[in-house]
């Protein structure tokens, strides 16, 4: 099995059109509509949001998906505004969205999905969006990938998309995806809105086993501020148009290339992320149990204190035990192990300052990687990606809505 | 009862002395040696940190209040060194302190205490707390409590003291205390450092027990950052020289008394937060049980994004609401209700827009109210103490060290 970067995002693989454009939610003027269509109903993953308060896309999506029995010809996504803690006019404005979208392709109601990304709490300018779709029908495209992408941002500072070839001795076949970030970033169950196509054949269970699996360590990893949010969703679709079928065998090889996609998409989200400098890779090793690695690398990477630190410069590995120390997980202080890039600066219960101004250096750099040892003698470990906390967060995130 | 605001902090009640001076272990020459002595042996209490990198003052404070059975001539405190992280050198430099100080003062040694705060994983320069030790101990005064509360300050931007006389039938006593903040601070089972004193007799179980009542809602419901601290400490001293001794009776007075200090202390840790501009009082209403609360609360108050819509005064209710739902406590959206000061945004379901303006305006002042009703049904209810985020925190914990 090889994996090869292709362009086209999430049209690359065949089978697909999409479309993005401007109907007019944003003030900006910026692209806020964007379709994503099957040429046929394709099979259809999704994973959803443990937020328990569920904005409406995603509960119109998740019963869509049930009555269409997993499969699903198009998704409609606007950014601008959430829809989310709406009331039941938010409930009546997704299923409309889900409507027109189906009237303006000719496919069957059940069909169809949507998402909405923005801010929370305000309903959603459904005369815009009425307007907005049949333009949105009319621009569909099979290179309107990047199109797509570039609609479905909000405070992104540059859309996210990716694609696959991937070759098997059972055939090749494509994989292609998008995403958006990037605050409201830490997933647990799916991202903020992440789609990803396949040209392969997949039956409905099987995607949705190879999505959860692909989204583990990738999606799944990843966190900006801590806060999973109200719209989280990364779609699947299989159009089959490859004519490459997957079975038992070529599993593994569909979760590739998925994971391909998804990791490139997540480590651009984290890129992307609010007021962020820096991507973090932070592994964590010598944990009891890998809930305790995931427990503790998560902890790490949501520490204002860490956080800020690397956005400083500071190889500050004081944090870094604190961190890991107050995280829950089982953790031996005379055993733990902190090394920043290259440099140990502490270790066997002992630091090493002498190192500092070394690891300050390798600090300077965009793309760093950080690894604590719990010290319990246990083998299991875990990777979270995350970014620096910068005043550009915090200017952010005041001034979003006034 | 009636409880009285009057000063002199930690050594308001009679039978105690303080000092604070600078030895040096600051460059900038401020104040960094703090010695509280009860005149005779006192009762001790004390609540350490629950993070598993725990510091060595810490674990010596613990060994010597067992060795001492409870009873305690004094605590000696520096700070702008947390002496965390520093291996067996450090356990060391902790038992050190306590050698010299009880030497010092003619005293048993295992009567007397030791914490340390400031940067971790750096060796205490024991040669200039030794060179200060004896001037600390002859700086030592009955009005030496505000000295001390200036000696234990790390990136505080003020001192926190406070004190108060409890009159009870059975007779007047007094409470007294110092604490610091201001980063790493969700003490969940301690604050950073905290002093309380009386000058009630009281048995040492029984003071245990008032502490760790006095806390629960004061400095164990208050958070700057999220992060507890290696050094989480809060200790509480009882010398009797009032005479009036607590029983049964008179055990509820007392906790009175220690709560109204703590909560002062606490509340001025949190506006003295670093960066912070503003208290909130976050109060989780209508949850199905107390640990529902809690867990509600703590979420709303440490997210970054509800702390910086709060700096940046806008009534971003819906931060509050995903806060909620995120935080794993049982959640029903559709009877969700958020109130800001004296403006309901959010009820039943539905927002409430038009009362944006005026809560904008409410979210303008330095002391504010944030209630969250969980929409469960249940009447369970928590309130946690926390500041907004600032891009001047994220300049502190940015330069630090460096």
Redesign the interface.
Known sequence: MTITTIPGGVTAPAGFQASGLSCGIKASGRPDLALLVADRPASAAAIFT?????AAPVLVSRAQLHAGGGLVRAIVTNSGC?N?????QGDADAREMVARTAEALGCAVDQVLVASTG????QLPMDKIRAGLPAAVAALAADGGTRAADAIMTTDPFPKSHAVEVATPAGTFRVGGMAKGS??IEPRMATMLGYLTTDAEVEVDRLQRALVEACRDTFNAITV??????NDTVFALASGASGVAIDDDTEAALVAGLRAVALTLALDIVRGGEGATKLLRITVRAAATEADAWLAARAIAN???VK??V????P????L??????SGA????AG?RVRIGPHVL?E????Y?DRSPAA?AYLHGTDLEIEVGLGTGGHATATVYTCD???E???I??????
């Open positions: 443990v937020n328990r308060a569920v959430a989310a803690c709406t009331g039941p801010v929370i709490g305000v605050g409201m501020d801590g806060e999973p949010s109200t520490s204002l204190l800020t630190a956005h400083g410069g500071d500050n590995w004081g944090r035990v604190a961190a890991a120390g107050r089982a953790f031996t202080l733990a502490f066997d219960g002992r630091p300052d300050a906390l910068s005043a967060y915090v200017r995130n005041a001034e979003y809505r006034t």
